[in-house]
Structures are given as C-alpha cells and as structure tokens.
T-cell receptor, first 117, second 109 residues
Framework: NAGVTQTPKFQVLKTGQSMTLQCAQD?????MYWYRQDPGMGLRLIYY???????DKGEVPNGYNVSRLNKREFSLRLESAAPSQTSVYFC????????????????FGNGTRLTVT | RKEVEQDPGPFNVPEGATVAFNCTYS??????FFWYRQDCRKEPKLLMS???SGNEDGRFTAQLNRASQYISLLIRDSKLSDSATYLC??????????FGPGTSLSVIP
C-alpha cells in the first residue's frame, strides 16, 4: 500500500520561481491537508480540503494556492517563492469525521524539503 | 493565542521515569483528539487517538477533559526509544486539524 505519496522529496528554488507540490492518496479518503513545519516548530496548517471540490484556508495560507484535482490528489502551489517559505511540507489525508463520526487520524506522506534561496 | 498549545519542553528524563504531557485547545467545537510521535522531522506517526473516557495502550495513557479543554499523555517506564517529539492534534467538526507546537522528550540512560 502506497498510502500518501508526495513529490518531489527535495526541491531548491530561487526567489520568485514557482512550483507545485504534488500529493496523492490511495486510501479513498475524503479529507486532505497541507502542512508546513519549520525548525523547532510544530505543523502549521496551510490549506485543507474536507471533500472533493472544496478547499479551506488553514493557519498560514498566504503565498500558497491549492487544487483538489480529484478525490485522490491535492496539490500545493507556490506562485512566487520567498525565502520565508523554506520549510518541510507534509501532505496528509483522513477519512471524514462527518462520514464515520469516529476517531479518524491523519495519514502522512514522507514530506517535501523545500529550500528557497 | 494559538488554537492548540502544549507544554514547551524539552523534557529530559531518566529511563524508567514517568512523564506527562499536557495540551490545551481553544475551540470548544473540537471533536477528535490525537497524540502523534515525530522522529527527527520525519512524518508524524499516530501514537494514540484519545477517547472521551480516556484510554490506555501499554505504557501510554491518554485522557481528555472537555470541560477544561485539555488532553494529556502519560508515559510510564520511559524507554530510550521513547525519545521523540510528541504532538497533540485537534480535529473540528469541519475536519480542520490543528497541531500543537510539540514537546520534545529525551530519555537518558
């Protein structure tokens, strides 16, 4: 089982360049998430998608856009990268609490390590 | 104020010690609660979901206090392999999941 797959694993960008981080899950989950993690800090939610066709801002959405392409895929785009966006980015997915009403945890990808110079 | 806050840490404890982590949340509509473990900035791994009545898994015990809006994690008989960062996570009814900043634990021989 692949679970949650993120690409690329590593990326170096120059200030002002753009790129898209890809995420795909094969668990048929409704909800998907993008987080960033800076050194010594916890995960901060950038955007999430509670179902196909919907996206919502998280704690730190500025400078990012997302697309929920279909149920499997949720991409994160940096239109004009800045050094402040140097971070480790994690994608995650979960079954929707509204469907199961149970304690459905998040399943994470391995992360993308992004450096903006 | 952050939506989810944790003990700042770090916690440095000897092997065999009992250690407790606390986490508070501000959104009273929060529905689900979790503890995750993270090693060396790898992806977080689920340690425990937190049930309303509290739950135990081996040396780990999680408690939820909805009235005071906090969750706790107790680790008994600490092992060297427990050294990691522990993150609490809170899910709202709209599936928004917010993490605390994490608490670092080092178990010392």
């Amino acid at each position: 089982n692949a679970g949650v797959t993120q690409t690329p694993k590593f990326q170096v960008l120059k200030t002002g360049q753009s790129m898209t981080l890809q995420c795909a899950q094969d668990m048929n989950h409704n909800s998907m998430y993008w987080y960033r993690q800076d050194p010594g800090m916890g995960l901060r939610l950038i955007y999430y998608s509670a179902s196909e066709g919907t996206t919502d801002k998280g704690e730190v959405p500025n400078g990012y856009n997302v697309s929920r392409l279909n149920k499997r895929e949720f991409s994160l785009r940096l239109e004009s990268a800045a050094p402040s966006q140097t971070s480790v980015y994690f994608c995650a997915s979960s079954e929707s609490s509204r469907r199961t009403a149970n304690l459905e945890p998040l399943h994470f990808g391995n992360g993308t390590r992004l450096t903006v110079t | 104020r952050k939506e989810v806050e944790q003990d700042p840490g770090p916690f440095n404890v000897p092997e065999g010690a009992t250690v407790a982590f606390n986490c508070t949340y501000s959104n009273s509509a929060s529905q689900s609660f979790f503890w995750y473990r993270q090693d060396c900035r790898k992806e977080p791994k689920l340690l425990m979901s937190v049930y309303s009545s509290g739950n135990e898994d081996g040396r780990f015990t999680a408690q939820l206090n909805r009235a005071s809006q906090y969750i706790s994690l107790l680790i008994r008989d600490s092992k060297l392999s427990d050294s990691a960062t522990y993150l609490c996570a809170v899910k709202t009814s709209y599936d928004k999941v917010i993490f605390g900043p994490g608490t670092s634990l080092s178990v010392i021989p």
